[in-house]
């Protein structure tokens, strides 16, 4: 079957940046769109970044110019390089993933998140 495991977050200080990589693995035939989550105490959960098939990208204004997200096709795996980071970037962080899987079914898969806090 299909698996996501999350890694990097962790504590920083603001200004201080981290990591975060989110793999697939398992009967996967291909991968379409991939994205980053987060969702803080009482808020909604929002989309922070995506990147489709074909590479394009997208961000939450909040983000633009200190985040990157980018991925790794041959191993089927997301990154979100977070610069500059800010108190109010804390956060839980999901990745998710749309793929196709050898049997040709696609789903949608989610993360079960990884905890990044920022101190001031």
């Known amino acids: 079957q299909v698996r996501l495991v999350e890694s990097g977050g962790g504590l920083v200080q603001a200004g201080g940046s981290l990591k975060l990589s989110c793999t697939a693995s398992?009967?996967?035939?291909?991968?379409?769109?991939m994205a980053w989550y987060r969702q803080a105490p009482g808020k909604q959960r929002e989309l922070v970044a995506e990147?489709?098939?074909?590479?394009?990208?997208n961000y939450v204004d909040s983000v633009k110019g200190r985040f990157t997200i980018s991925r790794n096709n041959a191993k089927h795996t997301v990154y979100l390089q977070m610069d500059s980071l800010k108190p109010e970037d804390t956060a839980i962080y999901y990745c998710?993933?749309?793929?196709?899987?050898?049997?040709?079914?696609?789903?949608?898969?989610w993360g079960q998140g990884t905890q990044v806090t920022v101190s001031s």
């Open positions: 998710h993933v749309r793929l196709l899987t050898v049997v040709l079914r696609m789903d949608d898969y």
């Open positions: 398992g009967s996967i035939f291909s991968v379409n769109a």
């Open positions: 990147v489709t098939s074909v590479g394009r990208t």
